[in-house]
């Protein structure tokens, strides 16, 4: 039977959360940085520990003005800083709940800038290692923030969209492009079931490219977020494919 992990970027200030949260089984939890503030954190730990479902730190570039989704160059050592700081925040406050944090998925610029750039990749994945090296390190499958995360000793989740095209090279289709989003739920769980049925995803120009599918991410600020998630988990179950979180 296949198994896949579901996740979702919450606690960036969307009243979807409470809606989404029962259909998956990681939560991304923004940090304050981006997004969302201590208050939301709280909140949005007890509502996963209420649904069984496992936290995660999602960390991006100080910008809520952008939403965490403009590009900043930073020197290594600020890029270390910033990321420590949030998963550490996050993971003071799941304990604080009698919870424990279960990944790290960086938010937004910073995670599609660390799939390209190796050294960026790196930099991310040192600081989750000092932070805690039993956590699991999500990123783009088949890109640089994976390979870096390996290769410093921590586990990770190969990571696929289930409302994003994608490029031949495997990266997405950037959102300033009109055909960056999967808007039609019919169209999402065909992709979603191909990656992880047939371990290719189809890009915009018709070509089959490979791809691990181990993590499953779905937005949570989609017009159609929780019809979303509802309808590929339930595509999931009638595929005996089970929704669950990775170990770590």
């Known amino acids: 039977m296949n198994t896949i992990d579901l996740n979702c970027d919450m606690g960036e200030g969307f009243n979807t959360d409470p809606l989404i949260m029962p259909f998956i089984s990681s939560a991304n939890i923004a940090c304050g940085f981006h997004a969302g503030d201590e208050s ?95 956590l699991l ?38 959102r300033s492009q009109q055909n960056a989003f999967i808007t039609h739920s019919s169209m999402s769980i065909t992709q979603v079931l191909q990656m992880i049925q047939q371990h290719t995803v189809t890009s915009v120009d018709d070509q089959k490219i490979p791809i691990i599918a181990e993590t499953l991410c779905l937005h949570g600020d989609g017009i159609a977020a929780v019809a979303f998630a509802k309808s590929i988990q339930q595509s999931l179950q009638q595929h005996h494919i089970t929704v669950q979180s990775m170990q770590n």
């Open 40 to 134: 939301i954190m709280h909140n949005t730990v007890r509502l996963a520990i209420q649904h069984n479902v496992a936290i995660g730190a999602h960390p991006g570039f100080a910008d809520k003005k952008n939403f965490g989704r403009a590009e900043i160059y930073l020197p290594l050592e600020e890029v270390y800083e910033l990321v420590r700081t949030q998963v550490l925040l996050l993971q003071k406050i799941a304990s604080g709940n009698g919870a424990k944090l279960h990944h790290v998925k960086p938010h937004g610029a910073l995670y599609n800038m660390s799939a390209k750039d190796p050294a960026l990749a790196s930099t991310i994945a040192k600081a989750v290692f000092d932070t805690d090296h039993n």
């Open 137 to 174: 390190l999500y990123g783009l499958s088949g890109s640089h923030s994976i390979h870096e995360a390996k290769k410093m000793g921590l586990s990770t989740a190969s990571e696929v969209f289930a409302d994003r095209t994608y490029q031949n090279n495997g990266s997405l289709t950037p």
